[in-house]
């Protein structure tokens, strides 16, 4: 019907179910976080069994996005106790884009649940990018989307 009118179907997904791509097609056990970080805010997603576990969106100025990253992970931590039904951990971390460095939200993750977590690299996740001055966290939403076509 759309091709009669002359019209192309497209998809539209927010950015963060790309860059999800890359931990879901290569999950691992235990639960996976992404957090996808802007100027305005941040959307966090915890993983279990490749499937969304938590998902939310926090806007916030830039100097209150750590707070409301330990929020999310304390919410995440209350809920995944052995007490309250929960048994995994968090075993992978993402981060992608701006409002937080890598190494920042590694460090308020490692304190919050008590691991040792690294955030991923490219190269973790099976990408090998030409040079350094290619940015993963500039392809990961679209790459991420067209790994979705196979």
Not at 22 to 27: A, E, I, Q, S
Not at 84 to 100: E, K, N, P, Q, T
Request: aromatic share 8%; hydrophobic share 40%; proline share 4%.
């Amino acid at each position: 019907m759309l091709e009669s009118v002359g019209w192309r179907a497209g998809l539209i997904l927010p950015r963060h179910l790309g860059e999800a791509q890359w931990l879901v097609r290569n999950g691992s056990a235990g639960d996976s976080l992404l957090l996808s970080g802007s100027t305005q805010g941040f959307t966090g997603v915890i993983f279990r069994d490749k499937h969304p576990l938590i998902v939310r969106t926090v806007e916030c100025a830039e100097d209150e996005f750590e707070d409301e990253f330990y929020r999310l992970l304390l919410f995440y931590r209350d809920r995944s106790t052995p007490e309250a039904g929960g048994a995994s951990h968090l075993a992978r971390l993402m981060v992608v884009g701006d409002g937080i460095t890598k190494q920042r939200a590694g460090e308020i993750v490692n304190e919050t649940t008590g691991g040792d977590l690294r955030p991923l690299q490219a190269e973790d996740l099976g990408l090998q990018l030409p040079s350094r001055e290619f940015s993963f966290d500039s392809i990961a939403a679209p790459a991420g989307l067209a790994t979705l076509s196979w």
